[in-house]
């Protein structure tokens, strides 16, 4: 166990790159964070960020090779990188679960769910086959799964997208973990079993006093549920810091410009198309030069933000951090007014 | 090949960007095939058994019947595979069985991709019960071996090469049908046929200006394994002494020196040989075909990949 | 595994079937000129004319002919074999169990050695022995089985003495009991070997490929997530799901298991129906070839029948259709 008020996972400078023909695709570029007991944190940004590959990196789960991970992952004081496989093994699916965004695939097809969910506990306990087995009914109950005895002798595909990812959040809590990892878990659902995954997720890290690293390209979750952020764009960290600032004073364009393509509910009249944000994710084997962002910023001057890379500097106070040239002109601008500016959206209502 | 691997592993590690990796595709399949060690290898043997096939008369002229030679010469300057034990020199006998063999294939390919394709894209193109009648056909050509309905046709009919021909063209084309199918029927939902046929354009002209330019990569590879199976069978017939009693074939020829093994090895080894180097050259080229086509396949739904996998169980 | 889908599958046998009985029957009719004679050879007796047409009722209308015929082969009646003189049914039952014997061998060798091959390559694949496993079944797919024979022939019988060359058993002795079946298992090591070669190449290739599929398929990622050890992914989770593909593989390879046996026996002289077939395919005796040709095309429907019941019984997705 950490020592009181210490982080429980703490990364520090962590890098992730594959080796292929094309060339080093550097998916993950220096990324630090803090995660603490109880608390929530979402990494989100475009496909192709590298959040899933921090996400995995944490775990040892990329294959190797292609990949190469290294920096420092402290989970409880304890170094998981380049910890030996068995050890590895030993904090996977006990200390550390995760969930995964495509509940259908990610089960196996010919398993039970009740065998699935078993399997973990079997892995990290000493239990019996049948002790194993009650454990599985218990937490497919605690999930929400009605019928749990019965449901437990079925199969993935007898189970519709909602319930499947409960099983999967079943699999996730079986082994009681400190740790919950949960990549796009909602992604792949309908809007209405979205709100009741979320809910699940939230009531068990209370009861259970875990932490939440969610990963997600979804803002309108982020909103909801996280008590930090940490924006990601071409495996570098742009910007972070306690979800309401990096809201409602966001400091980076790329983080506004996520939030402009936000559909947005209370506003009716508008086009409630997802907006997103001009030009397409770099290439990660050759990243622009200065800030990888600048050929997709309206913020940008070229003789600045093509030659300088900028640092994760702090900004109105030490947690709120943002690695652009021009944070203190991008915070004088709400998401509104960039919707605004498009005429499509004419109508947007203020910003919030 | 190597590439293929490390792609889907980095694209199924996590949200890459996938542009990222496509670097250096664009140039032609065969420029790609030419670039692996297989693609070379199989390049080269197939065309080396194309050209002796298709100059058998000038490499080695004359009649591969002809006798009149020392039986059983082992190989030597005078009759560079040896004679057998009538005296036929066996290397024009092997290369003349290389043109019978190439002459069964390449029409027995012709006629099952014709009907291969036009089944299977109008099976996939029109659906519902057009569909599965097609279907059923298909499978009941599947039923029956190939090999045992040759061997029946022959002995029914004269057999000659021709029949041979027929008889083989006309049921070696339940594999490609199926892939064809699977296709067409991912293919016909797309955009740009939808459109295609919004616009009224004729089906024939969709399918073949829109749909045919599609299956065309999956076509060429199930067709060509399908090729290498033909030379295989052909000579398993011939073997059994079901063949054109007037055409030279590698398999006859086989069948011949099974008395004399011991004393005339010649007599087996140069005609198994020419077989296994056809067939390897034109493996080699399908297999890297489709290892050049799979990065582009992988995309597609309907498991296009896993039917590639599948084909070489198409029985003989 | 729900009574409708066994229902289903028992029922998809029939129209197979019927569609075997037909292509034969059309066979034989589009050859120009009186089947009789096309099946009797040219130098039958009239008697023996007669008796064939009465027996296909060649005298009624077409449609009644092949009620006929098709009562017949259901009955077993495969016709009399014309250079034999006895009914077709009592030469195949005699000489189908040596070729049954080696081709099960046959199968049972290749599938379990494919099935070793292709995971041992899956768990490094690219590494030293996956490129050999690989190029050997490349080269093995392209080898005629017949050719492979010879050579076996050749090295481990002529060469090195290590096989008998020839035969079931050995005929100069008076064999009973275990000594009877241990010396038809000396005989029958090279043939069901050499038939197994490609077969194995094949399988190893097919297991191999569809292993490192499933490998990266996301459920195999929840495994490792739940800290499964790579050995516990493999055979629990991966290895299952990739025999999928590998079973109805073995299905459809039952009638090029038969049909390699029957022309391996000859290398080996083996007493099956290789031998029927080759000395009917001489005496043109057709109504032998018919009749054999309808017992491997039966064999093969029923051996789709057992994979499909056994790809119901492996994958519950399939079971609850």
């Keep these: ?55 995995m990196s944490l775990l040892g789960l990329l294959p190797s090779p292609p990949a190469r991970v290294s920096g420092q992952v402290l989970w409880k004081g304890r170094d998981l990188v380049g910890l030996a496989e068995p050890e590895m093994r030993k904090v996977r699916g006990a200390e550390i679960a995760m969930v995964f965004q495509d509940p259908m695939s990610s089960l196996n097809p010919l398993h039970t769910v009740g065998r699935q969910i078993a399997e973990v506990v079997r892995l990290h306990t000493t239990s019996s086959k049948r002790q194993a087995w009650e454990r599985a009914i218990e937490m497919m109950d605690l999930v929400g799964i009605p019928q749990a005895r019965r449901r437990a002798k079925s199969y993935p595909h007898e189970f519709s997208g909602g319930m499947r990812q409960r099983v999967m959040i079943a699999i996730a809590l079986a082994c009681d973990p400190d740790l919950l990892i949960a990549d796009e878990p909602t992604t792949a659902l309908d809007v209405t079993i979205q709100a009741q995954v979320l809910e699940l997720l939230q009531e068990t890290k209370e009861r259970t006093s875990s932490a939440i690293l969610l990963i997600t390209h979804d803002l309108g979750i982020v909103a909801g549920m996280a008590d930090e952020v940490l924006v990601m764009y071409a495996g570098k960290v742009v910007e972070r810091g306690p979800a309401r600032d990096v809201f409602y004073r966001s400091r980076h364009p790329y983080t506004l410009g996520l939030l402009a393509a936000l559909p947005r509910v209370d506003d009716e009249a508008a086009d409630n198309r997802l907006r997103p944000i001009e030009g397409t994710p770099p290439s990660l084997i050759h990243v622009p030069s200065g800030c990888s962002f600048h050929p997709r910023c309206s913020f940008r001057r070229l003789e600045t933000c093509s030659v300088d890379e900028p640092p994760l500097a702090a900004h109105g106070g030490e947690a709120h951090r943002a690695a652009c040239h021009f944070a203190e002109d991008v915070v004088s601008v709400a998401p509104a007014d960039l919707q605004r500016s498009v005429p499509s959206a004419a109508a947007a209502a203020p910003g919030p | 090949m190597a590439g293929s691997i490390l792609a889907s592993a980095t694209a199924e590690a996590g949200d890459l960007a996938a542009p990222a990796l496509d670097g250096g595709q664009r140039d032609g399949v065969l420029q790609r095939v030419a670039r692996r060690p297989s693609g070379v290898v199989g390049l080269l043997l197939t065309t080396f058994v194309g050209v002796v096939s298709s100059f058998s008369g000038w490499i080695a002229p004359g009649d591969p019947f002809l006798l009149g030679n020392p039986a059983l010469l082992p190989p030597s300057g005078g009759h560079r595979f040896g004679t057998d034990n009538l005296g036929r020199d066996l290397f024009r006998a092997v290369v003349h069985g290389m043109r019978t063999s190439m002459t069964v294939v390449v029409w027995v390919t012709v006629i099952s991709a014709v009907i291969g394709i036009t089944i299977g ?188 996998l599948r084909m070489p169980g198409g029985e003989v | 595994m729900s009574a409708g889908y066994l229902a289903r599958r028992l029922l998809g046998v029939v129209p197979a079937l019927f569609g075997v009985l037909a292509v034969t029957f059309v066979l034989v009719h589009a050859v120009p000129g009186d089947p ?98 690989n190029t050997a079944s490349l080269v093995g797919y392209a080898l005629p089985a017949f050719w492979l024979a010879q050579m076996a022939v050749l090295v481990f019988a002529v060469h090195l003495g290590w096989f008998p060359l020839l035969g079931y058993t050995d005929i100069r002795r008076e064999l009973t009991g275990f000594d009877h079946l241990s010396d038809v298992g000396y005989h029958l090591a090279l043939p069901a070997l050499v038939l197994a070669a490609s077969e194995v190449a094949l399988l190893a290739r097919v297991t191999r490929t569809g292993l490192l599929q499933e490998l990266g398929r996301d459920y195999v990622r929840t495994a490792r997530a739940k800290g499964a050890a790579e050995d516990e992914v493999l055979n629990n989770h991966a290895l299952r799901n990739a025999l999928l593909p590998v079973v109805t593989l073995l299905g459809t390879r039952v009638g090029f298991l038969v049909s390699g046996a029957v022309v391996i026996e000859a290398v080996f002289s083996w007493p099956g129906l290789g031998s029927v077939i080759v000395t009917a395919a001489q005496q043109a005796d057709r109504i032998t070839m018919l009749g054999l040709v309808l017992v491997v095309a039966v064999g093969v429907i029923f051996a789709n029948l057992l994979t499909d019941l056994l790809y119901g019984w492996v994958d519950p997705r399939v079971r609850h259709r």
């Design chain 1, 1 to 55: 166990m950490e020592a009181p008020g210490q982080a429980l996972l703490s990364v520090r400078d962590l890098h992730a790159s594959f080796h292929t023909d094309a060339g080093v695709v550097k998916a993950v570029d220096g990324v630090s964070f803090d995660l603490r007991r109880g608390e929530v944190l979402a990494v989100v940004g475009e496909s192709g960020s590298g959040k899933s590959v921090t996400a």
């Design chain 3, 36 to 133: 009789a004679v096309l099946l009797a050879g040219e130098a039958a007796t009239p008697d023996r004319l007669e008796e064939i047409r009465r027996d296909l009722g060649l005298d009624r209308p077409l449609p009644q002919q092949f009620v006929t015929y098709a009562a017949n082969v259901a009955r077993g009646d495969l016709g009399v074999s014309i250079s034999q003189g006895r009914p077709v049914n009592a030469i195949i039952a005699e000489r189908i169990g040596p070729t049954l014997l080696l081709s099960g061998t046959a199968l049972g060798i290749s599938s379990f050695l494919g099935l070793l091959l292709g995971l041992v390559g899956a768990r490094r694949p690219y590494g030293r022995f996956d490129l050999v496993v």
């Design chain 2, 121 to 308: 894209a109008v099976a996939g193109y029109r659906a519902g019960v057009v569909d599965r009648a097609l279907m059923r056909v298909t499978e009941l050509f599947q039923t029956i071996p190939r090999f045992f309905l040759a061997l029946l046709a022959m002995s029914l009919f004269e057999p000659t090469l021709r029949t041979l021909i027929i008889v083989l063209g006309l049921t070696s084309w339940t594999l490609l049908a199926r892939v064809v199918r699977a296709e067409t029927l991912s293919i016909r939902t797309r955009e740009y046929v939808e459109s295609a046929r919004a616009a009224g354009g004729n089906d024939v002209h969709i399918l073949v200006h829109h749909v045919l330019p599609n299956i065309l990569p999956t076509a060429i590879v199930v067709i060509s394994l399908g090729a290498s199976r033909v030379i295989l069978l052909e000579a398993g017939l011939a073997f059994l002494g079901l063949s054109d009693q007037d055409r030279m074939s590698l398999g006859f020829l086989i069948n011949n020196a099974q008395q004399f093994l011991e004393q005339a090895w010649w007599m087996s080894v140069f005609p198994g040989v020419a077989i296994v180097l056809a067939v390897l050259g034109i493996n080699l080229l399908a297999d890297t075909f489709n290892d050049v086509l799979n990065p582009l396949l992988r995309r597609e739904p309907a498991g296009a990949r896993g039917s590639i």
